[in-house]
């Protein structure tokens, strides 16, 4: 399907474990992004990525590892889950040319940590 | 420390009257705004935006209004319809790092009653 998706959309994961969210553009879009949903806090970015093999850390990135080897692709990977990263992930894209501000939305994953 | 502010949890507006969403924000250097609306278990969807050189933009139903010596933006709603009862996220651009970011607000809930 065009456009960004994620996967899973559901997942419940144990303390400790690693676990990894995928998201996939079709767009070509140079710009990708990961945000976490929590009640009271809106959306927080947690890394970014300008282009394959350029990321960097956003407003929460603590506990969490990213990697871009193919533009399309932007991975996140909890490396030992704990209960606080209880949280539903949004991936997002943005084309990175022009004076295009607006980022474009995964529907989410929704992560539980038991 | 809260870049942007949505101050109002919920609102709840009678079908056909309008719906007025309220944004702060604290730090001069953003220059793009934006607003994005949720429905559960979607990933949110751009609504409608505006250059920190304007003071407003209008896109059918939808206005927003920016106050930049106030630091204030207002989405409008005109009429509203129960459809866009959802989540209302304000957001700001700025450039840091690597890329123009957003950050976001923690969202006005809208319930549009019949």
């Known amino acids: 399907d065009a456009g960004i998706t994620q996967s899973p959309r559901y997942k419940i994961t144990e303390t400790g474990r690693q676990v990894t969210l995928m998201c996939h553009q079709t767009?070509?879009?140079?710009?990708m992004f990961w945000y976490r949903q929590d009640l009271g806090h809106g959306l927080r970015l947690i890394y970014y990525?300008?282009?394959?093999?350029?990321?960097d850390k956003g407003e929460v990135p603590d506990g969490y590892v990213v990697s871009r080897s193919k533009t399309e692709n932007f991975p996140l990977t909890l490396e030992s889950a704990t209960r606080s990263q209880t949280s539903v992930y949004f991936c997002?894209?943005?084309?990175?040319?022009?004076?295009?501000?607006?980022?474009?939305f995964g529907p989410g994953t929704r992560l539980t940590v038991t | 420390d809260q870049q942007v502010k949505q101050n109002s949890p919920s609102l709840s507006v009678q079908e056909g009257r309008i719906s007025i969403l309220n944004c702060d924000y604290t730090?001069?250097?953003?220059?793009?705004f934006l607003w994005y609306k949720k429905y559960p278990a979607e990933g949110p969807t751009f609504l409608i935006s505006?250059?920190?050189?304007?003071d407003k933009n209008e896109d059918g139903r939808f206005t927003v209004f920016l106050n930049k010596s106030a630091k204030h933006l207002s989405l409008h709603i005109v009429p509203s319809q129960p459809g866009d009862s959802a989540v209302y996220f304000c957001?700001?651009?700025?450039?840091?790092?690597?890329?123009?970011?957003?950050?976001f607000g923690t969202g006005t809930r809208l319930q549009v009653t019949l």
């Open positions: 990525s300008a282009a394959a093999d350029i990321t």
């Open positions: 767009w070509s879009h140079s710009y």
């Open positions: 997002a894209s943005n084309p990175g040319q022009g004076a295009v501000y607006e980022q474009y």
């Open positions: 730090n001069s250097m953003f220059d793009y």
């Open positions: 957001a700001a651009s700025g450039f840091s790092g690597t890329a123009s970011k957003l950050t």
């Open positions: 505006i250059s920190s050189i304007k």
